[in-house]
């Protein structure tokens, strides 16, 4: 399928969870789609980079449910922060680990997990409905525990897919793209590129096999689809476009001058205006 | 200049590498360049067994060689399991402990997004936390944090019986000297100061009342072959130096 059809599956309102960390792996092109698409008051779960930012600055979130949103080697996210410096955004601030918990919760089907991640800090004052839970058992130890995070739709980026939905990665990290995959009802698998399924073990060892096609409901071979940020080794992370990215929070003109020239077309023209950006940067002044 | 001349980022190196002296086989996570020359620095001399990561998903030795596989997923299980001591940064920090680097503000509606509460609630009551302050002033060391991310001592007697047994808080080193928090009820204190600093110039620096002893040490200069390590192998560009700038 193309990323146009994933994002055509998406309502709004729905429940959206989106692998890769900052800005590390992250499926953009499937973002991107969601741009082109009517979607909006999506509740976006993420270990949060620019995925996080476009949405918001695109008025397609209406919560964040995350322990950060950064750029990594930018540590703020520009548009993150706009938007909730101007309050249009609801936020759902939990511990890092307090989000792997929830997601594990969810792919178990529990109501909750027991965590020690977020007792005595204000994680639960800003979380009212977070309840703690008591160990039954002779210590008696009082825990959080960690409602389950269910997920409608899981989208997550990897480097190479068969095209029955098998999603290997050749990087150092799998991050929790499995886990978001096995926390959602439907998930959604993009890749660099999709091969025959005999060419995924000439590429990496049987473990790079990350994501099973039992996940998976629909796999989009997109190349450069986690642009700008990283996708080793197929590539590492735009600096110099994530700075552009960071430039256009600079004022409302900035964005409308960014949305023109990255995203007003499809993922070719995208990909497209991102050479010529690399083009006239490599040019002798 | 010379050795036995060091630089006050140079003393801050040392200064960050103490907070790991005795730990043993856990992951150093420091975050920060000097925070990371510091662990270096320490696994290189008195502390050879701590483990540490590139930054993305491998165990270096200190040698530059691989030793072994750390996605996040398994820092996450090291955290809960206590075998790591992180020192993060701090951009609100008040006199037990408890540290901001979610939001400045109303959190609702906050004059100033940060990074959020990342990891910090869940590595203070899992394991030993350092705190790095590269600029030491009342807009840091503040009364009362707008968000308590990582908590201090005053929050964790609050809680239930055992519930904070793993909670420490081991060293903050600032830019003029090295606290802890052993004054009266796990107040800060100030350790030491940084040579060519005065207790009182600190004190003037924190916006709450610090335990300050009769007599405050000075900081420990690097010995040469520390010297020689930061110079030398750890950070010959002197990028150190910038952080402090």
């Known amino acids: ?285 | 200049m010379t050795a036995g001349e060091a630089t006050r980022a140079e003393v801050c190196v040392v200064a960050c590498a103490e907070a790991w002296r005795g730990d043993g086989a856990i992951l150093a996570s420091p975050m920060g360049l000097i925070p990371g020359l510091g662990a270096r620095l320490a696994r290189l001399t008195f502390a050879p067994d701590l483990l540490l990561a590139d930054g993305e998903a491998y165990l270096e030795d200190a040698g530059g060689l691989i030793e072994g596989w750390l996605p996040y997923r398994s820092v996450f299980t090291l955290v809960a399991a206590g075998r790591r001591h992180v020192m993060m940064g701090a951009a609100q920090l008040d006199r037990y402990g408890n540290q901001n680097i979610s939001c400045i503000g109303d959190w609702a509606r906050p004059k100033a997004q940060l990074l959020g509460v990342r990891g910090a609630p869940g590595n203070t009551v899992n394991h030993p936390v350092s705190y790095w302050v590269p600029r030491h002033s009342r807009r840091v060391f503040v009364e009362a944090v707008d968000m308590v991310c990582g908590i201090g001592y005053d929050r964790a007697a609050g809680l239930p019986p055992g519930a904070a047994r793993f909670h420490e808080l081991r060293l903050v080193v600032t830019n003029l000297a090295v606290l802890d928090f052993r004054g009266p009820g796990h107040a800060m204190r100030l350790r030491s100061v940084h040579p060519g600093v005065t207790a009182a110039e600190v004190v003037a620096a924190t916006g709450f009342p610090l335990a300050v002893p009769d007599r405050v040490p000075v900081t420990r200069s690097p010995t040469p072959r520390e010297l020689a390590l930061i110079r030398g192998r750890l950070d010959p560009e002197g990028r150190r130096e910038q952080e402090l700038a």
């Open chain 1, 1 to 285: 399928m193309s990323a146009d059809d994933v994002a055509g599956e998406l309502r709004s309102g729905m429940t959206v969870g989106i692998g890769g960390w900052g800005s590390r792996r992250k499926p953009m092109a499937l973002v991107r789609a969601i741009l082109r698409s009517p979607v909006t008051g999506l509740t976006v779960v993420s270990y949060g980079g620019p995925d996080v930012g476009l949405l918001v600055a695109a008025g397609r979130v209406r919560r964040v449910v995350c322990g950060f949103v950064t750029l990594d080697s930018i540590p703020l996210e520009p548009h993150f922060r706009l938007g909730r410096q101007a309050g249009t955004i609801e936020l759902t601030e939990l511990d890092e680990g307090m989000l792997h918990w929830g997601l594990l919760a969810a792919a178990h089907r529990l109501p909750f997990l027991p965590i020690r991640a977020g007792l005595g800090s204000d994680v639960p004052r800003v979380n009212p409905d977070l309840r703690t839970v008591r160990s039954p058992y002779a210590d008696g130890e009082e825990l959080i525990a960690m409602p389950a995070l269910r997920l409608d739709v899981a989208m997550v980026h990897l480097n190479r897919a068969d095209p029955l939905g098998n999603g290997q990665y050749l990087g150092p990290d799998p991050y929790f793209d499995d886990l978001f995959c096995q926390a959602a009802e439907r998930s959604f698998l993009s890749c660099e590129r999709i091969v025959p399924a005999a060419e995924l073990l000439a590429a990496g060892p049987v473990q790079s096999l990350l994501i099973s096609r039992a996940l998976v409901d629909g796999v989009v071979e997109a190349p450069g689809g986690a642009h700008f940020t990283s996708c080793v080794p197929d590539y590492g992370r735009d600096e110099a476009f994530q700075a552009e990215y960071v430039a256009s929070a600079a004022s409302p003109q900035a964005w409308q001058r960014f949305r023109d020239a990255y995203l007003s077309g499809d993922e070719t023209a995208y990909q497209a205006a991102v050479g010529r950006f690399r083009a006239a940067r490599a040019a002798p002044a």
